[in-house]
């Protein structure tokens, strides 16, 4: 039998499937992903928007969570696990509260006199610029314009122009929010529009990109019976750069009664387990909604938001979904003691593991060069909100940030 002929043969009948493969699905992105979303409505946009969340957030830890031991108790959780942690949210707070802001004028900024929300627009790109220029901006940032339905259209695409226009330079880390998609077309009609952005602002080619929020049925499942969401990711080009769930849009089209919605209502989890399919290996990320319930009032009342918000934040950490909608900025210490609990508690074992893992020593696990990825990842997502440190890590596990890069780039996993 000729073996290489054969392998020759199938290699031609693939070819196809191969390139296809590639530009489909070309594997995770690089580079930082941040660990939420802070939504401000545009007519309550400022430039110094992110340094008074900051300054509201650690005076309601001061507040209601003054040390490791009140913090415990406000979460019903061991002291000593919070203690691991309770430094490190407070320096965040201080350092970096947002990790990535957008101004909305969708339904947080509703429906208003045109003369109005051009006004806005323009003031808006203008505080930002501004932030940004003055180092007082999130790492993060963008907008959200109205949908591409058809009542609300034109105006959208107005707000958008008029936006970017009074912007100028786009900031590091700039994003677009598309929200209420029902159609592949649409996605299709907003790659159109960036580009036409991009020449009409003088941006470089590709630099204008976009999120797509899922938040209606009809993303999940089209009238042909077809997943438009994994389509829509197609459609855009490769200027798609997360899929959003909305919690409370989505969870009303679906009939749920507004006690009952909830980001892990059972119809909350079949649409994200569809987005995280759809998304994986395509470099498009995944972010999951918001909990309405805020942690405002008394001491009882933030207690319970704060205890219901941490649970949700590490249910979706658990679940794949590493990034998430903030409301209100006592929402941020709840937020960071979530996602730094979760990074430090398995910190320890993934360092150790990965260790073994590339000096081929018995750790007691099997691991494969897929969960040797996984590992690396959830290390350096630790490492970019700053619930680790390199040092830590380098002593933990003797890797350094550019092998774990390398790592999670699959150079070294083999």
Request: glycine share 8%; hydrophobic share 40%; net charge negative.
């Given at each position: 039998?000729?073996?290489?002929?054969?392998?020759?043969?199938?290699?031609?009948?693939?070819?196809?499937?191969?390139?296809?493969?590639?530009?489909?699905?070309?594997?995770?992105?690089?580079?930082?992903?941040?660990?939420?979303?802070?939504?401000?409505?545009?007519?309550?946009?400022?430039?110094?928007?992110?340094?008074?969340?900051?300054?509201?957030?650690?005076?309601?830890?001061?507040?209601?969570?003054?040390t490791p031991a009140e913090l415990a108790a406000a979460f019903d959780l061991p002291e000593v696990s919070v203690k691991q942690v309770y430094d490190r949210v407070g320096a965040k707070l201080l350092r970096e509260p947002v990790e990535d802001l957008r101004i909305d004028f969708e339904d947080g900024y509703g429906n208003r006199p045109d003369s109005e929300e051009d006004g806005a627009a323009r003031a808006a790109a203008t505080s930002l610029a501004a932030a940004v220029a003055a180092g007082d901006g999130a790492p993060f940032c963008g907008i959200r314009f109205k949908s591409l339905e058809a009542p609300?259209?034109?105006?959208?695409?107005?707000?958008?122009?008029?936006?970017?226009?009074?912007?100028?330079?786009?900031?590091?880390?700039?994003?677009?929010?598309?929200?209420?998609?029902?159609?592949?077309?649409?996605?299709?009609?907003?790659?159109?529009?960036?580009?036409?952005?991009?020449?009409?602002?003088?941006?470089?080619?590709?630099?204008?990109?976009?999120?797509?929020?899922?938040?209606?049925?009809?993303?999940?499942?089209?009238?042909?019976?077809?997943?438009?969401?994994?389509?829509?990711?197609?459609?855009?080009?490769?200027?798609?750069?997360?899929?959003h769930y909305g919690t409370y849009d989505y969870s009303a089209a679906c009939g749920i009664s507004a006690a009952f919605q909830s980001m892990d209502h059972p119809a909350a989890d079949h649409a994200k387990a569809v987005m995280q399919v759809a998304a994986a290996g395509t470099g498009v990320r995944l972010s999951d909604g918001s909990?309405?319930?805020?942690?405002?009032?008394?001491?009882?009342?933030?207690?319970?938001?704060?205890?219901?918000?941490?649970?949700?934040?590490?249910?979706?950490?658990e679940r794949g979904f590493y990034q998430g909608w903030d409301l209100h900025p006592a929402q941020l210490p709840s937020r960071y003691?979530?996602?730094?609990?979760?990074?430090?508690?398995?910190?320890?074992?993934?360092?150790?593991?990965?260790?073994?893992?590339?000096?081929?020593?018995?750790?007691?696990?099997?691991?494969?060069?897929?969960t040797a990825r996984a590992m690396a990842s959830y290390l350096a997502r630790g490492l970019d909100c700053g619930a680790v440190d390199e040092t830590e890590l380098r002593d933990l596990s003797a890797i350094d940030r550019d092998t774990l890069d390398r790592l999670v780039r699959r150079d070294a996993v083999a």
């Amino acid at each position: 039998m000729d073996v290489e002929r054969l392998a020759d043969e199938v290699d031609d009948r693939l070819v196809g499937a191969d390139a296809q493969l590639a530009t489909a699905h070309p594997g995770d992105a690089p580079g930082r992903q941040p660990v939420h979303t802070v939504y401000v409505p545009a007519h309550a946009y400022t430039a110094g928007t992110v340094t008074e969340w900051g300054s509201a957030a650690r005076a309601a830890l001061a507040e209601h969570g003054s040390t490791p031991a009140e913090l415990a108790a406000a979460f019903d959780l061991p002291e000593v696990s919070v203690k691991q942690v309770y430094d490190r949210v407070g320096a965040k707070l201080l350092r970096e509260p947002v990790e990535d802001l957008r101004i909305d004028f969708e339904d947080g900024y509703g429906n208003r006199p045109d003369s109005e929300e051009d006004g806005a627009a323009r003031a808006a790109a203008t505080s930002l610029a501004a932030a940004v220029a003055a180092g007082d901006g999130a790492p993060f940032c963008g907008i959200r314009f109205k949908s591409l339905e058809a009542p609300t259209r034109r105006r959208g695409v107005r707000t958008l122009a008029l936006f970017l226009d009074a912007l100028g330079p786009l900031p590091a880390g700039f994003v677009v929010t598309l929200p209420k998609v029902t159609s592949v077309a649409q996605v299709e009609a907003m790659v159109t529009l960036t580009e036409q952005l991009e020449r009409g602002c003088g941006y470089t080619e590709r630099s204008l990109r976009f999120e797509i929020q899922v938040e209606t049925p009809q993303s999940i499942l089209g009238a042909d019976g077809t997943a438009l969401v994994a389509r829509m990711i197609h459609a855009a080009a490769g200027r798609c750069t997360a899929l959003h769930y909305g919690t409370y849009d989505y969870s009303a089209a679906c009939g749920i009664s507004a006690a009952f919605q909830s980001m892990d209502h059972p119809a909350a989890d079949h649409a994200k387990a569809v987005m995280q399919v759809a998304a994986a290996g395509t470099g498009v990320r995944l972010s999951d909604g918001s909990t309405n319930v805020l942690p405002v009032g008394d001491r009882d009342a933030v207690r319970a938001a704060w205890r219901l918000h941490r649970r949700l934040v590490r249910r979706s950490l658990e679940r794949g979904f590493y990034q998430g909608w903030d409301l209100h900025p006592a929402q941020l210490p709840s937020r960071y003691l979530a996602v730094y609990s979760f990074y430090r508690a398995g910190l320890v074992e993934a360092a150790d593991r990965l260790r073994n893992y590339l000096a081929r020593l018995d750790s007691g696990f099997l691991d494969e060069p897929a969960t040797a990825r996984a590992m690396a990842s959830y290390l350096a997502r630790g490492l970019d909100c700053g619930a680790v440190d390199e040092t830590e890590l380098r002593d933990l596990s003797a890797i350094d940030r550019d092998t774990l890069d390398r790592l999670v780039r699959r150079d070294a996993v083999a």
